[in-house]
Nanobody, 115 residues
Framework: QVQLVESGGGLVQPGGSLRLSCAASGTIFSINVMGWYRQAPGKQRELVAT???????NYADSVKGRFTISRDNTKNTVYLQMNSLKPEDTAVYYCDARTSGAGYWGQGTQVTVSS
């Protein structure tokens, strides 16, 4: 079992920045990939970014050049640095962890981009 706890969401003006954190606990040695997804009201959950245990990253086209995913293995934490935020980035952001046999979600953290 893997437990994920997100933090760092909030209200920010367009053009601003936020950093989300996702702390993992439990059988973390089994995690292959961690990532961030988001879900806006009335829309399906979509991929934002992922990072493998080896450090390979992948981004949605809509966030490339603005968001950066990283991980600190000493703290069992994954981060999502979000810069140049736009109103369309408003959503609940979820942390995700995948092992060879299961997937796990965090509880989500709200990000609102508004003036």
């Amino acid at each position: 079992q893997v437990q994920l706890v997100e933090s760092g969401g909030g209200l920010v003006q367009p053009g601003g920045s936020l950093r989300l954190s996702c702390a993992a606990s439990g059988t973390i040695f089994s995690i292959n990939v961690m990532g961030w997804y988001r879900q806006a009201p009335g829309k399906q959950r979509e991929l934002v970014a992922t990072i493998t245990s080896g450090g390979t990253t992948n981004y949605a086209d809509s966030v490339k050049g603005r968001f950066t995913i990283s991980r600190d293995n000493t703290k069992n934490t994954v981060y999502l640095q979000m810069n140049s935020l736009k109103p369309e980035d408003t959503a609940v952001y979820y942390c995700d962890a995948r092992t060879s046999g299961a997937g796990y979600w965090g509880q989500g953290t709200q990000v609102t981009v508004s003036s």
